[in-house]
């Protein structure tokens, strides 16, 4: 199993970008699909993106399409969430997500995942 450590939270004005990167632990990493779920204040946690475990396979959610991009990067153990364009709402805590069935990243809300990150808070704001 992998253990996951986010980072590249932080503040950022609306149209403006952050990169969030997730850096497994483990010789495994390749065989993980990887995800980004986020839990917005007072609300439920949401899907946001995911990359299969070649890099090809990319889904969003549809508040995040054209704005957020998901990539990997296997030689380094590290997953990216980069997001462009930020909005108000997209303030949340980003939990990156490990699984090695694909379809628990995008069932139950998340709750079938069987790896989290501690996550990152990111904060858009004027």
């Known amino acids: 199993q992998v253990e996951l450590v986010e980072s590249g939270g932080g503040l950022a004005q609306p149209g403006g970008s952050l990169r969030l990167s997730c850096v497994a632990s483990?010789?495994?990493?390749?065989?993980?699909?990887m995800g980004w779920f986020r839990q917005p204040p007072g609300k439920e946690r949401e899907f946001v993106a995911l990359?299969?475990?070649?890099?090809?396979?990319?889904e969003y959610a549809d508040s995040v399409k054209g704005r957020f991009y998901v990539s990997r990067n296997n030689a380094k153990n590290t997953v990216y969430l980069q997001m462009n364009k930020l909005k108000l709402n997209d303030t949340a805590v980003y939990y990156c997500?490990?699984?090695?069935?694909?379809?628990?990243?995008?069932?139950?809300?998340?709750?079938?995942?069987?790896?989290w990150g501690q996550g990152t808070q990111v904060t858009v704001a004027s």
């Open positions: 483990g010789r495994t990493f390749s065989t993980y699909h």
């Open positions: 997500v490990a699984d090695r069935d694909l379809s628990r990243l995008t069932k139950n809300k998340g709750a079938d995942i069987d790896t």
């Open positions: 990359v299969g475990t070649s890099g090809t396979l990319t």
